[in-house]
């Protein structure tokens, strides 16, 4: 089958295809199912299809028909059945260029669910809230990412349905609350596109394949792509991939987690978790997670699995790895690995480590540290922060200190960096739709959020500072005004953050530069050897 290659448990063995034909996501899932690791059976259509898909705008007739196939192939492995009114097969559809690209481009969950399948989804899992909540993310999604519908409709109905509850997140809206929630966003559904949510498990599949490739031509992808000096032509592979559900009740949750600390390169499990959560609610930014320590208390068996795949996987890959989990019921399940986007400092620290400890030859050390000039490596702190009005703490995302004009959209952050003020940007949640605030901007603060999204991901690698999840924090776009702790600010007022302590000023602060001395000794040894 052209282009298309499965993976995971039951797939044919296989040599596995260069990353140019499968992309980052499916290369390394790859490789992962063939060290035994757990993942979730797929298959990947490969990046040669993206340019005919964009050119004609649909797949070629061809392709589909190899897509079902395969499909059916999936069915066998799984035991499930794609569309079936026994045990139903729900399937992730990915995107994944060859150089990674976090967030920039469209994912769909839970395709092949229709409000059909009610009493075969009730069968198979004993679970309404599942089905009701997986219907209602699928059917907005849908009309988003396929369809080209606006959010609002569906974001709105979301925000009164949590407003009738009075609970803060969807994981808390009961069984009645989500089916009305759900039934709500189908009339939305034909509303906004003007005619039903398709009830054809395949046409689903094929509409969200299609609508993935055309993701690669979404603007933030191709504003990421030029910041970046990445090939337009390259194009996007689409991994199609059997659902687990992190969203399954409180024995399960999505996570994004580091091998090491990505801001410092210090060793150990650097990862945030949401309970009762599909891996969007995470790596979105809208809400705010738990870190290792909670995972720990709350699934040790869990934690501790993870802890030894670390090991493991930096060994597989020889780098430090960004990953994607869902745990599903108990049950640990890997959807991503991939070299973890980092600052300067974290590269040359995990480097040396790596090379320390046997995982890379000294020379490829050497071979990733020689464009690492020694000024760019500065630690940066508040000076005589005890003594200076802190307005309020948040999540430390990515570190140093810097001052500047607040703004409250990408528009005006732009706006600023054009008349020579590199702003502050204070967002809600830190979403991948603000990338052009972001790529001018010297620092960004949010009201919600965590450390492992897309958006923090992104900061990290621009060396933008960062704090997140700072609850204080309530942005008035309306009045453009926001309120940090006790101080109401306007835009263009001057704000201060801390992103290695998480800390908020206001006005400006006296910043203190050192040299991590000891790691730059270890460089320049390394350099000599």
């Known amino acids: 089958m052209s282009g298309l290659v499965a993976f995971g448990p039951g797939a044919p063995p296989g040599p596995v295809p260069p990353v140019e034909e499968v992309g980052n996501k499916a290369w390394h899932l790859i490789q992962l199912a063939g060290a035994g690791l757990p993942v979730p059976p797929g298959f990947v259509v490969g990046t040669r299809h993206c340019a005919a898909t964009l050119a004609t705008g649909r797949l070629a007739p061809e392709l589909r028909a190899d897509i079902l196939a395969q499909v059916t192939q999936l069915e066998q492995r799984t035991g499930q059945g794609f569309g079936s009114r026994r045990r139903p097969l729900l399937v992730s559809v990915r995107s994944g260029a060859a150089q990674s690209m976090p967030g920039m481009m469209d994912t769909l969950c839970d395709v092949g669910l229709t ?13 309404a809230h599942l089905f009701w909540d997986s219907l209602r993310r699928l059917v907005a999604a849908f009309a988003v990412v396929v369809r080209g519908a606006p959010a ?31 039934t709500r966003s189908l009339q939305a559904f034909e ?22 490739f055309r993701s690669w031509q979404s603007p933030r992808a191709q504003q990421y792509r030029r910041l970046h000096g990445l090939d337009d032509r390259a194009g996007t592979a689409v991994t199609v991939q059997a659902m687990v559900f992190g969203n399954r009740g409180g024995t399960s949750g999505s996570g994004v987690g580091f091998t090491r600390d990505p801001a410092t390169g210090a060793p150990g499990l650097y990862l945030d978790f949401l309970t009762g959560a599909q891996g969007e609610d995470l790596v979105s930014g809208r809400r705010t997670a738990a870190g290792a320590t909670e995972l720990a208390q709350l699934f040790p068996s869990v934690h501790a699995e993870l802890a030894g795949l670390a090991r493991t ?15 599903e019921q108990g049950k640990l399940y890997l959807l991503q690995s991939r070299a973890a986007k980092r600052t300067r400092l974290a590269l040359l620290r995990s480097t040396l480590d790596l090379a320390r400890e046997g995982i890379i030859p000294r020379a490829e050390a050497r071979a990733r540290l020689a464009g690492l000039a020694a000024d760019e490596l500065v630690l ?9 009005h802190r307005l309020a703490t948040g999540i430390p995302a990515s570190p140093g200190v810097v001052s500047g004009p607040l703004a409250l959209d990408s528009a005006r952050a732009v706006e600023l960096a054009e008349a020579g003020q590199a702003p502050v940007l204070v967002r809600p949640d830190t979403s991948t739709a603000d990338l052009a605030g972001m790529a001018v901007a010297r620092g960004i603060l949010t009201a919600e959020g965590s450390r492992t999204s897309h958006a923090a991901l992104v900061a990290r690698q621009l060396g933008v500072v960062a704090v997140v999840g700072c609850g ?13 702790g006790p101080a109401l600010l306007h835009e263009g007022d001057i704000l201060s953050l801390d992103g290695s302590a998480g800390d908020v000023y206001a ?23």
């Open 115 to 127: 409000p059909e399948q009610e009493p075969a989804f009730l069968r198979a899992t004993g679970n």
């Open 507 to 529: 006005g400006p602060v006296t910043v203190v530069r050192e040299r991590p001395e000891a790691l730059l000794a270890e460089l320049a040894e390394l350099r000599t050897a």
């Open 380 to 388: 940066e702190t508040v000076r005589g922060a005890h003594g200076l």
């Open 313 to 327: 996987l930096e060994a597989l890959f020889g780098d430090v790895q960004d990953i994607e989990f869902t745990v």
């Open 191 to 212: 509303a906004a596109t003007g005619g039903p949510f398709p009830a054809d498990p395949a046409g689903q599949l094929l509409e969200a394949i299609e609508a993935v």
């Open 472 to 484: 204080a924090v309530a942005v008035d776009l309306e009045r453009r005004c926001c309120r940090v």
């Open 152 to 182: 609002a409709p569906f974001e709105a109905l979301l925000q009164a349905a949590l407003l009738e509850a009075g609970v803060p997140h969807e994981a808390e809206l009961d069984v009645h609350q989500l089916r009305r929630l759900a």
